[in-house]
């Protein structure tokens, strides 16, 4: 907390509004330093410098609010989520505008795109704003989280593809399909859709985010992409994540599905790498990064959360209670 000055930025996933939202979580009680926080987000929105996605924009942002009990804060953020949606017909959708890219995107994405990630699009956009409606009653809400959820299942894949959600939509190419992740794909998109898919009235919405999930269960493990353990797109996280879908349904494809990843994650383990065998990405620089997304914070919690009958509440950063 001394060096709190030093992070880069605003973001859940990097910057000081994240590191704050763990000392709040740990204590039980908003850190002293909330309010501080909260005025230096509300001086980065007037500047409009933040995208509106969970890890690195406005929806991460919200979600501190949410644990620090600010609920006009978290309020106005979803407020201002919500109004930068575009609107066509009954679909609502947030996309990402070529200047909005870093340079060397801009060549691959010259008309941009809308993500379909919950990291950073549609899904935990979606989760956020079904969170903060739940948590202040603000109704105004109602028309973006539908619109977003109906845009989201007009672009599912057609059927038999290895998954229902693309990981972006462009105007000229056709979508692709996505990896078995927190950050892209079905499992992210049903782990996090799952907790409010009961509470928004759009037509099959629940019989989607079942798909969702269903579709995850059966990928292939040698199609899956995963290559590490951590939380947002490796073994222990696609461990935790059907771990919820069966604690919050019964569905025991989800609980087969859990142990069958949580065997893969133990024969990817390497003993003699790093502090503790688990690794966060495919490299020796970043296999012993401490961090919670990626890194080894995340894979210990979930670890301990497969083990442990009580359930986990660290897990609503990722939208996951």
């Known amino acids: 907390m001394d060096r709190l000055g030093d992070c ?25 330093l909330a309010g501080d926080v909260e ?17 690195g924009g406005l929806s991460g942002c919200g979600v501190f609010a949410l644990e620090t ?28 505008r070529p200047e909005q890219l870093p340079a060397d995107a801009r060549s691959l994405f010259p008309t941009g795109y809308v ?31 539908q619109g977003a959820i109906r845009w989201l ?29 927190w950050c892209y794909g079905d499992l992210g998109a049903a782990a996090v859709l799952q907790p409010v898919e009961n509470d928004v009235p759009v037509r099959d919405f629940p019989c989607f985010v079942e798909q969702l999930a269903v579709t995850a269960a ?3 493990t040698s199609r899956s992409g995963v290559i590490d353990h951590g939380m947002c797109h490796g073994a222990l996280g696609v ?21 069958r990843w949580f065997d893969i994650a133990l024969q990817m383990r390497r003993p003699k790498a790093g502090r503790s065998g688990f690794f966060g990405k ?9 961090g919670l997304v990626a890194g080894l914070s995340g894979m210990g919690l979930a670890l301990l959360a497969a083990i442990d009958a009580e359930e986990p509440q660290w897990d609503r950063v990722f939208f996951l209670s």
């Not at 939202?21 to 850190?31: C, K, L, N, Y």
């Not at 005025?39 to 890890?55: I, W, Y």
């Not at 950073?120 to 809400?141: D, E, N, Y």
């Open 239 to 259: 461990v935790h994540q059907f771990n919820r879908l069966h604690e919050r349904s019964g569905d025991g494809r989800f609980l087969d599905a859990a142990i």
């Open 115 to 145: 993500n379909c990630g919950t990291a950073h699009g549609t899904p935990g956009i979606i989760a956020f704003l079904s969170r903060v409606r739940a948590a202040t009653k603000t109704a105004t809400l109602d028309r973006v989280i």
């Open 282 to 290: 495919d490299s020796d620089r970043a296999r012993d990064a401490p």
């Open 69 to 96: 009990g600010r609920l006009e804060f978290a309020r106005a953020v979803a407020e201002a989520v919500a109004e930068s949606a575009y609107s066509e017909g009954s679909y609502a959708y947030w996309p990402q």
């Open 218 to 220: 059966d990928m292939p």
């Open 39 to 55: 005025f230096a987000l509300r001086e980065l929105m007037r500047g409009g410098v933040l995208p509106v996605d969970a890890l």
């Open 8 to 32: 880069p930025g605003g973001d859940l996933q990097s910057g000081f509004t994240g590191i704050v939202w763990a000392e709040s979580h740990i204590r039980g009680q908003p850190s002293e």
């Open 153 to 181: 299942i007009e672009h599912e894949l057609p059927s038999g593809s290895l998954s229902n959600l693309p990981p972006i939509v462009r105007r000229e190419q056709c979508p692709t399909q996505s990896r078995l992740a």
